[in-house]
Nanobody, 115 residues
Framework: QLQLVESGGGMVQAGGSLTLSCVAK????????VGWFRQTPGKERENVAA????????WYPDSVKGRFTISRDNAKNTVYLQMNRLKPEDTAVYYC????????WGQGTQVTVSS
């Protein structure tokens, strides 16, 4: 069973940066595709970054493209989300996701961007 634990959330002013980390526990996740999602109250969970198991393919929606970067360190069983030039609309709970034959989710970490 794979467990995902996020960290790195917090409060930052608009224009600032944060780096989220997600550690996978229980087994190696080198064969898993990984991603970051975010959710605000009353809205559906939104995919903001995706990375293939090989690390060769990334995807971002237009809303974060050029500001967010997803990366992984398989030796550390960790996936990162570097977030730059943050905006108040980036405020959300951010979730780590890993997928192989099913989806695994972390517990979420709050990111708050003040104007």
């Amino acid at each position: 069973q794979l467990q995902l634990v996020e960290s790195g959330g917090g409060m930052v002013q608009a224009g600032g940066s944060l780096t989220l980390s997600c550690v996978a526990k229980g087994r190696s996740f080198s064969e898993y595709a990984v991603g970051w999602f975010r959710q605000t109250p009353g809205k559906e969970r939104e995919n903001v970054a995706a990375l293939s198991y090989s690390g060769g393919i990334t995807w971002y929606p237009d809303s974060v493209k050029g500001r967010f970067t997803i990366s992984r360190d398989n030796a550390k069983n960790t996936v990162y989300l570097q977030m730059n030039r943050l905006k108040p609309e980036d405020t959300a709970v951010y979730y780590c996701n890993a997928n192989y034959t099913r989806d695994y989710w972390g517990q979420g970490t709050q990111v708050t961007v003040s104007s």
